[in-house]
């Protein structure tokens, strides 16, 4: 589908024009210290955003950059939940119109924010293999909306690296590395754009690691045809863009595959150690630190990337059910 990341390509002045921007009208997120495996990491809290996770910067990014005449025509975008919501907040402050393709098995939650935001929500059927970006495609060719896609877009990209420029903003220098949870790679690009000094290590749940297998092949892989199910619905992705794979191509670290418990067990301590609720994909990248499978050290930065979890999922995962 053919849309605007072919038009332009992100930069690093682009995500901090996108972080200058954020900051006029949201404050930073909390950068937390806690000790990891006796070493010390700070974790960047972006479940505590107004819409509960980090999309709302690249929404933010987007539609402001459109014109009168194309916020006029509305925006259409692809989202399991978080996206969608970051890009319905983001119509609603501007005043545009916001259609959202959701699949219907999308956390209730999810549907729920962003309805309240004032979205308009088409459903598609995730499970029955129902192309979703063929919905999107057709709305924008009915409605001559723009297209804000969740991580194959340059706006996007750059406005989720903002988090990477606050991280520095905060720590006073470049963190070592920063650890992400990793859909198409949106905010792993990003990340890398905003701190170019900094390793940037992607998660993915086991199954779905379609960037950790595509960076050590040096192309795009895609998932499987039968990946396991997962929890984390904001990181089933079934590939990424070559907008992000560019990005990330010989500049991000060999990315890491975590598995469903080792999720759970970062959703627990979270909540414990931090007084924070995160869903499934947002505690990917905690995941990878509590298990090992990442290198830790004073200057290494974790991203909580969302909070938006049903709250009887999430009292069952706490109670270790």
Not at 46 to 71: C, M, N, V, Y
Not at 134 to 161: C, F, M, N, R, S
Not at 162 to 183: F, K, M
Request: negative net charge.
């Amino acid at each position: 589908m053919a849309h605007s990341a072919s038009l332009r390509k992100p930069t690093h002045a682009g995500v901090v024009r996108a972080a200058e921007k954020i900051a006029r009208i949201l404050p930073p997120t909390p950068l937390l210290p806690t000790e990891i495996r006796g070493s010390r990491v700070w974790l960047k809290a972006e479940s505590l955003q107004p819409i509960g996770a980090f999309k709302i910067r690249g929404g933010w990014h987007r539609l402001t950059d459109l014109s009168d005449g194309e916020r006029g025509r509305g925006v259409v975008a692809v989202s399991s939940g978080n996206h969608a919501q970051g890009v319905a907040w983001a119509a609603r402050e501007l005043g545009s119109a916001a259609t959202i393709v959701m699949p219907n098995d999308a956390p209730q939650v999810k549907l729920a924010g962003t309805r309240a935001l004032g979205a308009e929500i088409v459903l598609y059927d995730r499970p029955g293999g129902e192309l979703r970006d063929e919905v999107a495609a057709k709305l924008v060719d009915e409605t001559g909306a723009t297209l804000v896609h969740a991580y194959g877009d340059p706006w996007v990209i750059e406005g989720q690296g903002s988090a990477g420029i606050e991280i520095a903003e905060q720590l006073g220098e470049e963190p070592t590395r920063i650890v992400a949870p990793c859909g198409g790679g949106g905010l792993s690009a990003g990340l890398a754009l905003a701190c170019p000094g900094a390793e940037i290590v992607p998660v993915e749940p086991e199954g779905w690691d379609d960037m950790r297998r595509s960076l050590a092949a040096g192309e795009i892989v895609p998932v499987g045809p039968t990946p396991p199910p997962t929890a984390c619905d904001a990181l089933q992705t079934l590939a990424t863009f070559p907008i992000n794979f560019e990005v990330l191509h010989g500049r991000a670290a060999p990315g890491v595959a975590v598995s469903e418990e080792e999720i759970r067990e970062a959703q627990r301590f979270a909540f414990a150690r931090l007084k924070l609720v995160l869903e499934p994909g947002g505690a990917a990248a905690l995941a990878a630190a509590l298990a090992g499978k990442v290198e830790l050290d004073g200057r290494t930065a974790i991203i909580l990337s969302g909070g938006n979890v049903d709250a009887a999922a999430f009292a069952r995962i706490i109670a270790g059910i």
